[in-house]
């Protein structure tokens, strides 16, 4: 959220701080939201824009946080490099209540299915609610990160997926996936 010049920091924050913990009673899909300490995204020395005919924003997105970000990262004298309007790639579940009333399937049996089945899920009351990294090995004389590699990454992938509480062979496939 950016304020325009001249507003009074302090009270634009108590009133986002009121309207969050109001955020807090929808239902609970994901992480609560937080309010960060202000800090000048404005001061910033250089600003570049991407624009592309032929790539998609998502893609755009990776290109940005897997090779320019880090390029600019190794410049000295570069402390941060801060990224705005990522378009993060998605696997989205539409489902269709009729189809699912006739298959047999919750609604719930489908958000618990799908937030599982990923290693890092950001519906925060499931099993898979673990956000983060893997970690980092450290030796003698470096850190090396760790990084998840996930098994689901295509629809296809989802789509063999089994849904929790079935047989295994009645997976999502079964269910249309698109």
Not at 29 to 50: E, K, N, Y
């Amino acid at each position: 959220m950016v304020f325009k010049p001249g507003t009074d920091l302090f009270r634009a924050r108590q009133l986002v701080s009121e309207r969050l913990t109001q955020a807090r009673a929808l239902p609970n899909v994901s992480a609560a939201p937080v309010l960060m300490q202000p800090l000048s995204s404005t001061s910033r020395v250089m600003m570049i824009r991407l624009t592309s005919k032929e790539m998609s924003a998502i893609d755009m997105s990776v290109l940005a946080r897997w090779t320019l970000k880090p390029g600019l990262l190794a410049v000295p004298g570069v402390a941060n490099v801060a990224i705005w309007g990522l378009r993060d790639q998605q696997l989205q579940v539409l489902v269709d209540p009729g189809e699912l009333e006739a298959k047999g399937v919750t609604l719930d049996e489908v958000i618990t299915t799908t937030g599982n089945a990923v290693w890092v899920s950001p519906l925060s009351y499931l099993e898979a609610s673990t956000p983060g990294t893997g970690g980092f090995l450290e030796t003698g004389h470096q850190r090396l990160g760790v990084q998840h590699v996930l098994p689901i990454t295509t629809p296809e992938d989802l789509g063999q997926v089994s849904l929790e509480g079935r047989p295994e062979s009645w997976c999502w496939a079964m269910l249309h996936t698109s």
